[in-house]
Every structure is written in structure tokens, then in C-alpha cells.
């Protein structure tokens, strides 16, 4: 057809023919200013078939859709670090080279990713880019219901609510046990891939949490937070028999069964029974 070779053309001319009214944006290709229109309508026609998520572009959805899968063909060489995104692996190689491309043209700071840098940057100018009023629909539906507290979607297990279908999607694991999830170096399975890469952190000995007060480094945010306990002496596990409290659940429950009397633990040799695993 005469509009696909004149695109042809374009790609060896160099001309861009399509421009966009908007801001002015040209393109060598219509399909590439349809795409790109959708930067100022907003629209996102590429929807996710297992969450509320949706993309503008169809790219952004297949990378999307990996996550669900739990597809991580990406592998660092290093450690055995494993990404969903070719672009991911290409950040966390940097914790290896210390590589840091993204510069401040207003000081000395660098940064290893382009986020880090957005963020630094908005110190210099105050900026703050994500506003209630400028918020994409979708994002800002999500974020109205933190004001509000609307939470629409509910578990008919046990009344559980969320703001989102995703985050109901996740709970609803609670009640089937479903855990989607598997390391590849082990039998581990998660019901949350954010729980598996917290474990194949583990493997491959990456600590990116730390404690400002002594220098502690963890795999997890959770167990970080835990361990700020030992500094800030909270203790929000409450025993409701006695006044017994503890840093750690696992504490609390083993603290219970000593009310309980159980022994759930037996020793196949010789009949001895525990409360305690360990």
C-alpha cells in the first residue's frame, strides 16, 4: 500500500512525517503518533486478565503479565540474581560494577538509576510532579481511597475488604493456601512474589536493608523491622492471659503455649514432646 512504503521511505530519509498537535512530537510511522497520543489522552486499551492493572502500550502489559507468571529468565552471572525485565538485571548489575550513569547537573551526586535521581533532583527544585489533580484515572482512583477509605472489593471468606482487586486477589491466597511463586533454587513457594524476592535475596546474599543505628543489614524489610525493635524496645505482641509482651509473634506464640500445656513437637526416637520446634 502506498502508505506503507512511504513509511518505508521515511525510515531511510530520516523524515518524520506524523507530528502530534499536542506538543509537537513527530513520528516516521502513524501507529508510532497513536501510541504516543495516549501520553495526553490517557488511555490504556491493554488490560491485565487477572488484576485491574492496564498498559497504553502492549509492551508494558507482556511485561506486566511476566510478573503474574513468575517468569524470571533474566540471570545475573554474578550471583544468580534472576529478573522478570532485561532493563531490571541491567540495574542490579550495577550493585556489581557501581556503575552510576545518572548524574545531578547541580552537584556531585550520582545514582545508579534514573528514579533515584528524579527523586534527588526534586530536592533541588521542590518539585513535587504527582499531584491528586494530575493523576492519571487510574492511579487516582487508587489514591482517592486512602482519603476516603472506600474499599469496594470483599472477601466472601471472611469479610476481609481492599481498596484494590489485586490486593484481594493476594488475600484470597490466605483461605486457599495457593503458592504460585517457586524458587528455582530450592522448594520454597511464595503466594507473593514480592515474599520470593525477598528469598532469592537470601541465595544470592544480598542485604539491602540496614539499620542506621548499628550497622545491621537484612534480606527483608520485615525482618529490619523487627530488628529496630531491639533499639526502640517495642514490644506489640500482647499476651491476653497475662502481661507477658514480645518483639517477635513468634515469641508471643511461644510464650502461649505455656498456658496451653501443648506439646505439639514429638521426638520419634524416645516419645519426648516440646512446645518449641527448636
Do not use: W
Request: with cysteine; hydrophobic share 20%.
Amino acid at each position: 500500500r502506498k502508505s506503507h512504503i512511504e513509511e518505508h521511505v521515511a525510515k531511510h530519509t530520516g523524515e518524520k512525517p506524523y507530528m502530534c498537535g499536542e506538543c509537537g512530537y513527530r513520528a516516521t510511522k502513524k501507529s508510532h503518533l497513536s501510541r504516543h497520543m495516549r501520553t495526553h489522552t490517557g488511555e490504556k486499551p491493554y488490560k491485565c486478565d487477572q488484576c485491574d492493572y492496564s498498559a497504553a502500550q502492549k509492551s508494558d502489559l507482556d511485561k506486566h503479565l511476566a510478573k503474574h507468571a513468575g517468569e524470571k529468565p533474566y540471570m545475573c552471572g554474578e550471583c544468580g540474581y534472576r529478573a522478570t525485565l532485561k532493563s531490571t538485571l541491567s540495574q542490579h548489575m550495577r550493585t556489581h560494577t557501581g556503575e552510576k550513569p545518572y548524574k545531578c547537573d547541580q552537584c556531585d551526586y550520582s545514582a545508579a538509576q534514573k528514579s533515584s535521581l528524579d527523586n534527588h533532583l526534586a530536592k533541588h527544585t521542590g518539585e513535587k510532579s504527582y499531584i491528586c489533580g494530575e493523576s492519571r484515572k487510574s492511579h487516582l482512583d487508587d489514591h482517592l481511597t486512602k482519603h476516603t477509605g472506600d474499599k469496594p472489593y470483599m472477601c466472601e471468606e471472611c469479610g476481609y475488604r481492599a481498596t484494590k482487586k489485586s490486593h484481594l486477589s493476594q488475600h484470597m491466597r490466605t483461605h486457599t493456601g495457593e503458592k504460585p511463586y517457586k524458587c528455582d533454587q530450592c522448594d520454597y513457594y511464595a503466594a507473593q512474589t514480592f515474599a520470593l524476592d525477598q528469598h532469592l535475596a537470601m541465595h544470592a546474599g544480598e542485604k539491602p536493608y540496614m539499620c542506621g543505628e548499628c550497622g545491621y543489614r537484612s534480606a527483608c524489610k520485615s525482618h529490619l523491622s523487627i530488628h529496630m525493635r531491639t533499639h526502640t524496645g517495642e514490644k506489640p505482641y500482647k499476651c491476653d492471659q497475662c502481661d507477658y509482651s514480645a518483639a517477635r509473634k513468634y515469641d508471643l506464640d511461644k510464650h502461649l503455649a505455656k498456658h496451653t500445656g501443648e506439646k505439639p513437637y514429638m521426638c520419634g526416637e524416645c516419645g519426648y514432646r516440646t512446645a518449641f520446634p527448636k
